[in-house]
């Protein structure tokens, strides 16, 4: 009986797991619609997406892959089996959200805009809640704020991570400049979505564990 019950467990935490994942990057093809700014490592990649012209599911791919190569030379135990979910889906299903959604929102008012934002911020915390209370492993780059506290104890974990955030922005911006952005274009890669996403998330994230992750997996 108690086999059994690890293995239902474990189905719980895997489903989570994938349906976190992909509303995760469902979410991202909201805040790319919106256009008031993304996630800091979303607004990374969308710089590096600028000057590197693939599509965005195969550069999100290379770009974790190398990640994932530093994560398994400093500190292999935090990657797992969502750490590989997200490596291969995300990005694709990220791409293919954004598309559909200009497709079927091709003149998108400030309004629309707005509601967009509310709805990318929403599903992304309800994700994010899912993904981690699977805990079947983490991003890669939700590893190198990990990796840098719990292994290398250079700080405390929400300093490093505000670190690290503030670089991707940083040089996202940057990256989308270099590439021939303008300043006006700046808030499709870095804005108030990105500023909510860092002030809210958390308290979202916790209302989501409490109210619909925790209580899904202790079913």
């Known amino acids: 009986m108690k086999k059994i019950s690890e293995i239902e467990n474990f189905r719980k935490r895997l489903l989570m797991c994938v349906f976190g994942v992909i509303i995760c990057a469902i979410s991202v093809g909201f805040f790319k619609r919106a256009a008031f700014g993304v996630d800091p490592f979303q607004a990374f990649m969308a710089g590096l997406n600028a000057v590197i012209p693939v599509s965005f599911g195969t550069l999100y791919v290379i770009a974790n892959i190398i990640l994932l190569l530093f994560a398994l030379i400093a500190d292999r135990h935090y990657i797992g089996l969502a750490t590989v979910i997200n490596l291969f889906l995300v990005g694709y299903i990220a791409d293919y959200s954004h598309r559909t959604l200009l497709r079927l929102l091709p003149d998108l008012g400030m309004p629309g805009r707005i509601v967009c934002l509310v709805i990318a911020i929403v599903i992304m915390c309800l994700a994010s809640s899912l993904y981690f209370t699977a805990d079947l492993g983490v991003s890669t780059y939700d590893a190198v ?34 590439s021939g952005g303008t300043l006006s274009g700046i808030g499709a890669v870095a804005g108030v979505g990105t500023i909510i996403t860092a002030f809210f998330m958390g308290p979202l994230i916790d209302f989501f564990n409490r109210r619909v992750a925790q209580p899904l997996l202790e079913r």
């Open 145 to 178: 704020a990990l990796i840098i506290t719990g292994t290398w104890k250079l700080g405390q974990f929400r300093w490093v991570r505000i670190v690290t955030d503030l670089v991707c922005v940083v040089i996202g911006v940057a990256l989308y400049l270099m």
